[in-house]
């Protein structure tokens, strides 16, 4: 079975300041789809960036990236230049592209601090 | 509709009754997912539902936990005899399949007294 484990329960950072949130995966499967979603306190999951595990180049959406590690196994996202409207809980997630049943990480809460 | 909708936003029942969770997902969307997320916590797979194939039923905690789906629309959650822990958001979403992005509704927030 597919584990997503992001091991920062709540990070901190100063408006402005690039941060790094931390995702891991275990999967003995090759083709598979990675995500970054957003959850604000209004709980409206919103994706930031998807990456496809045949694809060696990090994805990139304006401020957000990841670094993509297929061999260790290893999805971080990095926010750049933050802003207080990124506050909110992140969650790392995965599917196999057979299964496609989307599997979550337990999330990271990130605040923003002005 | 322009988004997923679920209903209701909140339902607060007392311990032993029977609740549904509606979602209605995004026109034309093939796959639809329940999650459940307790306070605090992370999105746990409940079920999967992609077209006329049969459901991926493996994330339901137990046989008071059902779904279905007709189609591809609407889709309810049934819990049956709730039970204290039972209290969590459900979130509900849809997707076009594959490895397409999943639109999630507001959530039903479900409190069991």
């Known amino acids: 079975a597919q584990t997503v484990t992001q091991s920062q329960p709540e990070m901190s950072v100063q408006e402005a300041e690039t941060v790094t949130l931390s995702c891991t995966y275990d999967?003995?499967?090759?083709?598979?789809?990675l995500f970054w979603y957003k959850q604000p306190p209004s709980r409206q999951m919103i994706l930031v960036i998807r990456?496809?595990?045949?694809?060696?180049q990090n994805a990139t959406e304006n401020r957000f990236s990841v670094n993509f590690q297929k061999a260790a196994k290893s999805f971080s996202l990095k926010i750049s230049d933050s802003q207080l409207g990124d506050t909110a809980m992140y969650f790392c997630?995965?599917?196999?592209?057979?299964?496609?049943?989307?599997?979550f990480g337990q999330g990271t809460r990130l605040t923003i601090n002005p | 509709g322009a988004g997923v909708s679920q209903s209701p936003s909140n339902k607060v029942t007392e311990k032993g009754k029977d609740v549904e969770l509606r979602c209605d997902p995004i026109?034309?969307?093939?796959?639809l997912y329940w999650y459940r997320q307790r306070l605090g916590q992370g999105l746990e797979f409940l079920i999967y539902?992609?077209?006329?194939?049969?459901?991926?039923k493996s994330g339901l905690p137990s046989d008071r936990f059902s779904a279905e789906r007709t189609g591809e629309s609407v889709s309810t959650l049934t819990i049956q005899r709730t039970q204290q822990e039972d209290s969590a958001v459900y979130l509900c979403?849809?997707?076009?399949?594959?490895?397409?992005?999943?639109?999630f509704g507001q959530g039903t927030r479900l409190t069991v007294v």
């Open positions: 539902f992609q077209g006329n194939s049969a459901p991926d």
């Open positions: 997630a995965f599917m196999n592209q057979g299964a496609q049943k989307l599997v």
């Open positions: 026109s034309g969307h093939t796959a």
């Open positions: 990456q496809e595990a045949y694809k060696q």
């Open positions: 999967t003995s499967e090759n083709n598979y789809y």
């Open positions: 979403a849809s997707s076009l399949g594959y490895w397409n992005e999943a639109f």
